[in-house]
């Protein structure tokens, strides 16, 4: 179809540019496969002094997930296009050297396109082809660099809620909000979450557990209580621009030595801390990374996050956010994934989703034992995964290491 065509998508894209810079002509170099939107890179064959030799443009593959830029329904592929939009304009505005995203050029509301600064190949391995590499020394480098250029992120966009929501809100409607604890990325509420959806969130949650046969400690309801108060519905002084999708850590390039986040359309206002812990919550779960490389990773992204949260240099403080934050994950896997792994196991990724279920509950569980906090939740999770220890074979429940510690001393569990 033409409006698939690369050629016609730079037509489109160089018609957009002409609207703020004056007369732009681009052609098709490159096209990049994807699934939710088609990439390009495009040359500029004729534009006005100034502008950059290539271009990256972003449009909504209709064919994948219908685009309706008037509705709040989903799926809907135009609240992922506006979600980078808003972000890559937002980003673009606030100070930062180097810059946190690519530079927004131009969009087209009509044409759900997007152009965007071309970050180019990037120098040398992103985070996760390190990940998948053979050198554990470099993989640790761009693990602690990530880490860190997540806190940037979180730090930059502290007391900025109002300015995003702005743009945003220019583009059109965001998409209606699943239920709690249904949503991997779900944006802070930041209005009371009604008593009926919590109490729907408790039984789900009890649901769970009965369906491999025990009960979660007394207590669990009360603290998905105020999980659901500090994380989901209003995180305060932590509410900070989050990217979203974290499942893996492709979403970073190095360019001209300096690191830069592209990719924005899961990204909206949520609890930093969310996506504060990686090593433990997310990319740790998808393969492991060794716990010796979790310090410095922790170090680099606190120091960042204190540019704009001071509290996060005082331990107590750090801490019960970060398992309140925690404990919003393991509510969420134990209420939306848990269901699906205990009826049937299947490849996600580069693991299985029964393996990523026993690693997401772990994290947890340890994340509360080391800090005495969240403890009926905790004992729970721990429960649980000794539960799904007896339930589940050995191959469903065991987590490789990421292909480049696999060798590491000390790495010996698989």
């Given at each position: 179809m033409e409006r698939h065509n690369p050629h016609f998508i730079a037509k489109i894209a160089g018609q957009t540019l002409s609207e703020r810079f004056g007369e732009v002509r681009l052609d098709a170099e490159k096209a990049f496969s994807t699934w939710g939107s088609i990439v390009i890179r495009c040359r500029l064959l004729d534009g006005p002094a100034g502008l950059p030799r290539t271009f990256i443009v972003k449009k909504v593959n209709e064919d994948a997930i219908g685009y309706d830029p008037n509705s709040a329904e989903t799926p809907n592929s135009a609240?992922?296009?506006?979600?980078?939009?808003?972000?890559?304009?937002?980003?673009?505005?606030?100070?930062?050297?180097?810059?946190?995203?690519?530079?927004?050029?131009?969009?087209?509301?009509?044409?759900?396109?997007?152009?965007?600064?071309?970050?180019?190949?990037?120098?040398?391995?992103n985070t996760a082809e390190a990940l998948g590499g053979n050198d554990p020394a470099l993989a640790e480098q761009l693990l602690i660099e990530h880490a860190a250029l997540i806190g940037r992120l979180h730090a930059a966009t502290i007391g900025r809620f109002e300015q995003y929501r702005q743009?945003?809100?220019?583009?059109?409607?965001?998409?209606?909000?699943?239920?709690?604890?249904?949503?991997?990325?779900?944006?802070?509420?930041?209005?009371?979450?009604?008593?009926?959806?919590?109490?729907?969130?408790?039984?789900?949650?009890?649901?769970?557990?009965?369906?491999?046969?025990?009960?979660?400690?007394?207590?669990?309801?009360?603290?998905?209580?105020?999980?659901?108060?500090?994380?989901?519905?209003?995180?305060?002084?932590?509410?900070?621009?989050c990217k979203g999708d974290q499942n893996g850590a492709g979403d970073y390039i190095r360019q001209?030595?300096?690191?830069?986040?592209?990719?924005?359309?899961?990204?909206?206002?949520?609890?930093?801390?969310?996506?504060?812990?990686?090593?433990?919550?997310?990319?740790?779960?998808?393969?492991?990374?060794?716990?010796?490389?979790?310090?410095?990773?922790?170090?680099?992204?606190?120091?960042?996050l204190t540019c704009g949260y001071v509290d996060a240099i005082d331990d107590v403080r750090f801490y019960r956010s970060l398992v309140e934050a925690g404990a919003r994950w393991n509510i969420f896997h134990i209420n939306h994934r848990l269901p699906d792994a205990i009826k049937s196991d299947r490849q996600r990724g580069p693991t299985t989703l029964r393996q990523q279920v026993v690693a997401w509950i772990e994290a947890f569980a340890e994340l509360s034992e080391e800090h005495g906090q969240m403890q009926a939740l905790g004992k729970s999770a721990r429960a649980l995964w000794k539960r799904l220890h007896d339930f589940w074979p050995t191959e469903s429940r065991n987590m490789p290491y990421y292909p480049a510690f696999r060798d590491s001393a000390g790495n010996t569990r698989i």
């Open positions: 609240h992922w296009i506006f979600n980078d939009w808003a972000a890559t304009k937002f980003l673009s505005e606030i100070p930062s050297d180097p810059p946190l995203g690519p530079f927004f050029y131009g969009g087209s509301r009509e044409h759900g396109l997007i152009v965007l600064e071309d970050l180019g190949d990037g120098d040398g391995p743009l945003r809100g220019e583009l059109g409607p965001e998409p209606i909000p699943q239920r709690i604890y249904q949503d991997p990325w779900s944006n802070a509420r930041l209005r009371p979450i009604t008593r009926s959806e919590i109490d729907d969130a408790i039984i789900t949650y009890h649901e769970s557990f009965g369906a491999v046969g025990i009960r979660p400690q007394s207590g669990v309801d009360e603290e998905i209580e105020l999980v659901t108060a500090a994380v989901e519905e209003n995180p305060g002084p932590l509410l900070a621009y001209g030595g300096k690191p830069r986040l592209f990719d924005f359309g899961s990204g909206g206002f949520r609890h930093a801390l969310i996506e504060g812990a990686p090593w433990r919550m997310t990319w740790g779960c998808m393969q492991r990374i060794p716990n010796n490389c979790w310090p410095a990773m922790e170090r680099a992204y606190r120091s960042r």
